[in-house]
Nanobody, 122 residues
Framework: QVQLVESGGGLVQAGGSLRLSCAAS????????MGWFRQAPGKEREFVAT????????TYAGSVKGRFTISRDNAMNTVNLHMNNLEPEDTAVYYC???????????????WGQGTQVTVSS
């Protein structure tokens, strides 16, 4: 089972930027679709962005489209989420996830990181 570790979360003012990173332990990382999800207190875990194995296809939730960018480096076994123009509504724990096939539903993913907290102040 691939192990994932997120980093880069923190506290930022509205309008600021953060870059989240996810490091994978699996040498076959390039065979996985990768996704970012987030979960705010009292809410369901929701889709943020996904990226295909060769980074040819990306998808974004409507709430982050145009502000967030997902990318990956298969040689380094990493996936990133560049978050720009952050809003207080973006406050959540952000999770990196992996699966053999792509999708935007959390239940489709079978490997998860521990999460990293992103807090956006007004």
């Amino acid at each position: 089972q691939v192990q994932l570790v997120e980093s880069g979360g923190g506290l930022v003012q509205a309008g600021g930027s953060l870059r989240l990173s996810c490091a994978a332990s699996e040498r076959t990382f390039r065979n996985y679709y990768m996704g970012w999800f987030r979960q705010a207190p009292g809410k369901e875990r929701e889709f943020v962005a996904t990226i295909s194995r060769s980074a040819t296809v990306t998808t974004y939730a409507g709430s982050v489209k145009g502000r967030f960018t997902i990318s990956r480096d298969n040689a380094m076994n990493t996936v990133n989420l560049h978050m720009n123009n952050l809003e207080p509504e973006d406050t959540a724990v952000y999770y990196c996830a992996a699966n053999i096939v792509g999708g935007t539903s959390a239940i489709q993913y079978n490997a998860w990181g521990q999460g990293t907290q992103v807090t956006v102040s007004s």
